[in-house]
Nanobody, 116 residues
Framework: QVQLVESGGGLVQTGGSLRLSCTASQNIFSIQYMAWYRQAPGKQREMVASITSSGVTNYAASVKGRFTISGDNAKNTMYLQMSSLKPEDSALYYC??????????WGQGTQVTVSS
């Protein structure tokens, strides 16, 4: 099973930007489906953005137009570029592949906090 490590979270003001990274233990273009999820305190984990090995992307309505998911095969890394951040974007962000999602196997995540 691929190992994934999230990084890049932090504290940012409303309207600011952050780029999250998800480094994989293998060639990311060999992974059929990868996604970013987030979970805020007291809320269910939700899908934020996803990307397939063919480059098809999908976004939650709440982040469409503000977030961009991408991958760099040379670095075995998937990114989530987040712009125009809002306090409601504050959450623990996770990356995962389809197998990890289906088996409910999650990493430690990276914390994003947006101050108002």
């Amino acid at each position: 099973q691929v190992q994934l490590v999230e990084s890049g979270g932090g504290l940012v003001q409303t309207g600011g930007s952050l780029r999250l990274s998800c480094t994989a233990s293998q060639n990311i273009f060999s992974i059929q489906y990868m996604a970013w999820y987030r979970q805020a305190p007291g809320k269910q984990r939700e899908m934020v953005a996803s990307i397939t090995s063919s480059g098809v992307t999908n976004y939650a309505a709440s982040v469409k137009g503000r977030f961009t998911i991408s991958g760099d095969n040379a670095k075995n890394t998937m990114y989530l570029q987040m712009s125009s951040l809002k306090p409601e974007d504050s959450a623990l962000y996770y990356c995962n592949d389809l197998r990890g999602i289906r088996s409910n196997n999650w990493g430690q995540g990276t914390q994003v906090t947006v101050s108002s």
